[in-house]
């Protein structure tokens, strides 16, 4: 029952903003808030949800809701009040970030599937008869009667194939009352016809009992918190998630579990299944139905786990007591689409509103978790030792400056990697290699002493462009030209480095002529299922060597790897972008924690030309608490997260001139707020904390015919980051010549 006149109607548009429709008298008992409703909108009809009901509206002339749709409400107020906060911090609109929160197939609403089941309805001699006396006149409907009358009941289109009937038969014999034919739902739920095994509780470690006990006082509070749990790889950190769970369930509560994408395989899912009973699944190969299935299964509580990828963060559960974000580091966790949210900053906002409880697990912990453990915002446990205190592997850097060239060509494998490979391979063991492409924009660097022109500024490398024959900053557009020989040793060797995994695949058939690669990376992986068939393929042992990016980089655990080869650490430290270190130190821990799984141990090779990188050193040491110091250190002298907060900006259009342009008025806009937000007399102590930097040509900077430029403002925390990016929310973001995009905490800057 509504108590207003007006409904606040929030639309699927970029505009932060509620529209007042009134409530024709027809609808006073149906409209509430949560409900999705049909409104004139700008000449059209649009779908938008009711935010709120008021009985005062300034607005002139308001139009009338034309339809109710939902009969219950589809998202209840807090989920509401977590969409406004999106929108509010990542500069999209309300109902833009509304759309997120429910698949697009529950939007439209599916229908459930059914299949006609037909069945006869007389006994055996009857039908018999019946067979004798309509075989002549009706051939096709007395086959249907043999077939039925052996069979009982069966799904029309498989009566259709065996006796060759149409519905027409089908229907004739109904009128007559010999058959029945009814709608029955088709079963095609997740996990129909599987079987999960019980599993209970393993007998836990010492430091997996203190983890659990810690999250189980936390849980029994019932109010807001986080703890971040840092957990070597194969410690065991999935089973303290069980545990926790289960302490969850027992206070009659729900969980909802992210993991990365890429890490939702089937035994992912069937460690939860084994032990839960009432679990719900949502990632991205569903089917349409399946999908629908699931959702709804969770809004009508059937479903204690939801466990899904970064968009699972919105499930609709009530009474939520526990989310758990795997990997937490990961940035798959952020959208790269309007609304560009982070799952694991909206778990916290969420778990804000139902006073849960949040634990972020990760075996390297971004910068962001582990300052906020280090200053105690968050609890902080670990788990330092493998379960069964498996030791690390053994990691070796590789110097490439002193590795001989063949002929003209730079040389990608040492001679140290090969011979392992060899010894590794002939004892009928698998070798991992991995190489990250996505290092692709050009850097310049030395091949004698591995000298990296950075920018003096912001300390990122700088990128080359071709046709300016300069090189330059992507932060805040430095330009240079390129050096003819290093500004370090003098040498004349100065090249650009990158290559990909197609090129490496060659070279390596040649070399190991009689054994078996596989590539895995996006172009060959294209397929729903081509990912899980290649690693079956991996675990029985087809196939001895596996190429491929960082999608081999996780989660693999196969006992037979006992050699990971990197082929270049390079691509990764040398990313234009402030994370460069980090994603290195990350992803070279990920990779080595793919060997030395079982009991043949194992060993990580790691070639670069930068042995010297605190990265690579500390990740060589498996040294997670070295490595975050000197990051932060790095971090805090140029304001970068967690010391400061960033947003970029990328505006893109078909004329370059516009869009330079553009951003350049943008720029200036954005650097006149900081004036009057901090003072005219700007003190040199807050000069880096809070400026504009850019505009500058995006480092992939034309796409698709359209040229992009973006600039990145850095603030010291996040309410003066809003307060200067509100300067542009009155902007025609969406205008032809020049479209805008806002993104907050920003993790691909390319
Ligand atoms: P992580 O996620 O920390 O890398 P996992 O949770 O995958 O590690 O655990 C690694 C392996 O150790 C798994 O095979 C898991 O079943 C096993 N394991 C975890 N805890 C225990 C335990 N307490 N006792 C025996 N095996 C365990
Ligand atoms: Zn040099
Ligand atoms: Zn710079």
Known sequence: MAYGKFAEVVL??????????????????????????????????????????????????????????????????????????????????????????????????????????????????????????????????????????????????????????????????????????DKRKVNDSLFAGKHFKKTCHLQTTGEQETAINLIKRKLRERQYGTVLLKGVTGSGKTEVYLQAISEVITLGLKAIVLVPEISLTPQTIERFKSRFDRVAVLHSSLTDRQRSDQWWDIKNGNADVVIGARSAVFAPLEDVGLIVIDEEHENTYKQDTTPRYNARDVSMIRAEYENALVVLGSATPSLESFYNAVIGKYEYVTLKNRVGNKPLPRVEIIDMRHEKYRGKNQKYISDYLELCMKQCLSKKEQVLLFLNRRGFSPFISCRRCGFVLKCKRCDISMTYHKNKAAVICHYCFSEEPVPEKCPECCSPGISFLGVGTER??????????QYKLLRMDSDTMRGRDSHEKALSAFGRGDIDILLGTQMIAKGLDFPNVTLVGVLSADTIVNMPDFRAGERTFQLLCQVAGRTGRGSKGGKVIVQTYNPEHYSIKFAALHDYDGFAKKELEYRKQLYYPPYGRLARIVLRGKKDQD????????????????????????????????????????????????????????????????????????????????????????????
């Open 12 to 181: 699927d548009i970029p505009l932060n903003k509620k529209f007042h429709y009134k409530i024709p008298p027809s609808f006073i008992n149906q409209i509430e808030i949560g409900k999705r409703v049909k409104v004139p909108f700008g000449g059209r009809t649009a779908v938008g949800y009711c935010v709120g009901l008021t009985d005062k509206s300034d607005v002139k002339t308001i139009k009338d809701i034309i339809r109710v749709i939902d009969t219950e409400p589809i998202l209840n107020s807090k989920m509401l009040r977590i969409a406004e906060w999106l929108a509010n911090f990542y500069f999209c609109g309300w109902g833009e970030a509304l759309e997120t929160f429910l698949p697009s197939v529950v939007r439209k609403g599916i229908n459930a599937k059914t299949v006609s089941v037909v069945r006869l309805c007389k006994d055996g001699a009857s039908v018999k008869e019946m067979i004798s006396i309509i075989k002549k006149r009706a051939p096709k409907q007395a086959r249907v009667l043999e077939v039925l009358s052996e069979v009982g009941e069966i799904t029309f289109p498989e009566l259709a194939s065996i006796s060759n009937c149409k519905m027409d038969s089908i229907n004739r014999l109904r009128d007559r009352g010999l058959i029945t034919l």
């Open 504 to 513: 490496m695949e060659e070279d390596i058939r040649a070399r190991f002529p």
């Open 659 to 750: 869009v330079k342009k553009k951003s350049m008025d943008i720029a200036e806009k954005l650097r006149e707020a900081i004036r009057l937000t901090t003072g005219a007399a700007q003190s040199d102590r807050h000069k880096d904390k809070v400026e504009v930097l850019g505009p500058a040509p995006a480092p992939i900077a034309r796409v698709k015919d359209n040229f992009r430029w973006h600039l990145i403002v850095k603030a010291d925390n996040s309410e003066n980051l809003s307060t200067i990016l509100k300067n542009i929310e009155n902007e025609n973001r969406y205008s032809k010549k020049v479209q805008i995009m806002i993104d907050v905490d920003p993790y691909m800057l390319l």
